[in-house]
T-cell receptor, first 113, second 113 residues
Framework: NAGVTQTPKFRILKIGQSMTLQCTQDMNHNYMYWYRQDPGMGLKLIYYSVGAGITDKGEVPNGYNVSRSTTEDFPLRLELAAPSQTSVYFC????????????FGNGTRLTVT | DQQVKQNSPSLSVQEGRISILNCDYTNSMFDYFLWYKKYPAEGPTFLISISSIKDKNEDGRFTVFLNKSAKHLSLHIVPSQPGDSAVYFCAASGTGGYQKVTFGTGTKLQVIP
């Protein structure tokens, strides 16, 4: 029972490079989310999806893109990486959007230099 | 604008004693509250929640208290165990359809054997 799986665990990018953070869940959850956590800060919502084919912006979407072609997968794309995107990224899913607890992956630690 | 505040970045407690973690919120539209626990190099995991129609919810050693008039909630852990050492995040949302979850900055609990 894998839950939410994120890859890679760590990545170092140079300024201006691009990459995709992968996220997959095997719980058949409709809702999926991307958060980032900066040191000493709470989790900030980047993007979310309420089902396959539907995505929407969260609090801090600039510099990111997402897609949701299947229920299981919710990749996060970084275009033109900047040092401000150095953070730990968490993918999460939930059965419903209304107060269902979030199930998180173990995170991707990204450094942009 | 930090709508969910955890003013104590860290807390140390002796094993067997009570741990009390506090959380304040400013948005009166919040009516559902959750606590998540996070170990290093892992994603947050759901611990306990409370709806605004209650003032207390208990699950084993964990109890959450809600004081709506003061916009304050607290998590009590009794008795504290070394395995409880982790970062605890308070989170809040509204109800009805998809509601964005707002996280606090976390409190690092250390339980000393």
């Amino acid at each position: 029972n894998a839950g939410v799986t994120q890859t890679p665990k760590f990545r170092i990018l140079k300024i201006g490079q691009s990459m995709t953070l992968q996220c997959t869940q095997d719980m058949n959850h409709n809702y999926m989310y991307w958060y980032r956590q900066d040191p000493g800060m709470g989790l900030k919502l980047i993007y979310y999806s309420v089902g396959a084919g539907i995505t929407d912006k969260g609090e801090v979407p600039n510099g990111y893109n997402v897609s949701r072609s299947t229920t299981e997968d919710f990749p996060l794309r970084l275009e033109l990486a900047a040092p401000s995107q150095t953070s730990v990224y968490f993918c999460a899913s939930s059965y419903m959007g209304d107060n269902s607890p979030l199930h998180f992956g173990n995170g991707t630690r990204l450094t942009v230099t | 604008d930090q709508q969910v505040k955890q003013n104590s970045p860290s807390l140390s407690v002796q094993e067997g004693r009570i741990s009390i973690l506090n959380c304040d919120y400013t948005n009166s539209m919040f009516d559902y509250f959750l606590w998540y626990k996070k170990y290093p190099a892992e994603g947050p995991t759901f611990l306990i929640s409370i709806s605004s129609i209650k003032d207390k919810n208990e699950d084993g050693r964990f109890t959450v208290f809600l004081n709506k008039s003061a916009k304050h909630l607290s998590l009590h852990i009794v008795p504290s165990q070394p395995g409880d050492s982790a970062v605890y995040f308070c989170a809040a949302s509204g109800t009805g359809g998809y509601q964005k979850v707002t996280f606090g900055t976390g409190t690092k609990l250390q339980v000393i054997p």
